[in-house]
Every structure is written in C-alpha cells, then in structure tokens.
DNA sequence: GCGACAG
DNA sequence: ATCTTGTCGC
C-alpha cells in the first residue's frame, strides 16, 4: 500500500477536483480486487478516530486528529493519541478525504508505534463505500494504511433507505443504484440512526455487527471518545492563545 | 438545468 | 466541522 499512499500526497500536495476524483476511481479497481479479512474471534482492542479543526470555516487552517484504542470487554480507553497538521484543502462534498487524511495518518502511525501489535480493526468517523463513487473517507484511509476500517457516519452522502423500527438494533440496508452500500442502524431506541458500511477489508454484516456491540450511545464507542478528547484537546489549545495576551 | 451533498 | 441556553423526552 505504500504507492497507495505516495499517491494520496501526490494528489493532495497539488490538489485538484479532477486529480482527486480520478484517484478515487483508480483506488474503486484496486479495492475489487482485495479479499476481504476473515475475524476469527471479535477484537479485544478496537481502534476509532476523528478530526477536528481549529477553525472550521477558515483554510489553510489546523487539522486535529485523535486515536482511541478501546478494550471491547471494558468499553474503556486504553490508549489516546492526539496529533496536528496544516490543511490546505476546504471541505469538498465526497472529496472530504483530502482534507483530514493527511492528519490521520500522522496520528495512526504515532499510535503504531506506541503499541506492540498492529491495530487490527478501525472505526472512521465518516463513510466508507457508502460514497458517489465507492470511495469515502474510511476506505480510503483502510487502503493507505493496511488497516481493515469501518464506516460510521452520522449523515447520509448518497444512497436510500425504509424506515427503522424505534428499537435498539434496527437496521435497513442503504441502497444507491440498486447496489446495497451500506445499512441504516438505530444504535439506540428513540435516537437517530447512523450510517454504517464497509470501509476497507471488512464486510458489511461484521461491520454492523462491530458497531451495535460498541454502541451504548448513539455512536460506537472509539470514535464517541475519539471526538470528547478532540473537543478537550481543542479548547484547551483556544484557552491557552487567548491567555497570551 | 436543479438540487443534494460525510466532516 | 463550531458557537450556544434552555428545553423536552426517555
């Protein structure tokens, strides 16, 4: 996968709409073509990331980035990761990838190296091939790294589904092209579903599966945590600027 | 042509 | 994605 990554930068230190979308669908092939990981048993660690901005609505701006490894038995944090980057990419509707891929990686290889064993399995907050051209953000980040990845978005991008039933565990396939590209999962009665899907090396029922089992509230668990140590990083990174002067 | 559009 | 108070419902 290292080429896979060589050309991420490629693309993204000389970015275009059109280099992008085209390395989007050259990564599609390449993706057909990879077996996806047959889970023994369920995961004792599960990683889960997020991002967050200094400035959302400002580019170039500071792109944050968090890696939570999460013991499944405990449901608790074993391991927080937090790392920054310049962006000079804006967010770009199925083009988010360019903009908050650089960052990730730089957090996953630091987590990497903190611990004994490769991550085996990781939550991206964002979609996998629940995406325009089967290529969202957390496939993407799976091919650079080698990392098997799940989607779990909080908005739909593309596709349709019927409606769920109020229940915990609920679940309808998302359908785009009458392809089925991801499902529809109410990880909590009464609260809004979110979009879960294949990312990259994982299979669709795992990934749902990997998700509920993670959930005790609306988002599973590795990326909730991934995100409250963003929003801790981030204001004490806004408290510590303003008591400069 | 128009609207929709992860974070 | 951020900011922001109270408010409603489980």
Redesign the pocket.
Known sequence: MKDIKKKTFEVIENFSYKNAVELQKNLRKVLLKTEPIKFKSFPQLVAGC????LN??KTPTTAIASVVILNTQTLKSELITVEETEVNIP?I?????FRELPVLIKVIEKTTEKLSHPIELLIV???GIS?PRRL???THLGMVTGIPTI?C?????CGKHFKLGNKRGSISMLIHETEVIGAAVRTR??TKPIFVSSGFKVKLPFAIKVTLKLAKYRLPEPTRLAHNS??KY??RL?NEQSALF
């Open positions: 997020d991002v967050t901005f959302p609505y967010y509707p199925t083009l988010l990838a907050d964002g979609h995406h969202g953000i957390a989607g978005a909080k908005k739909i991008l009665t009464n963003l929003v981030r204001r806004i």
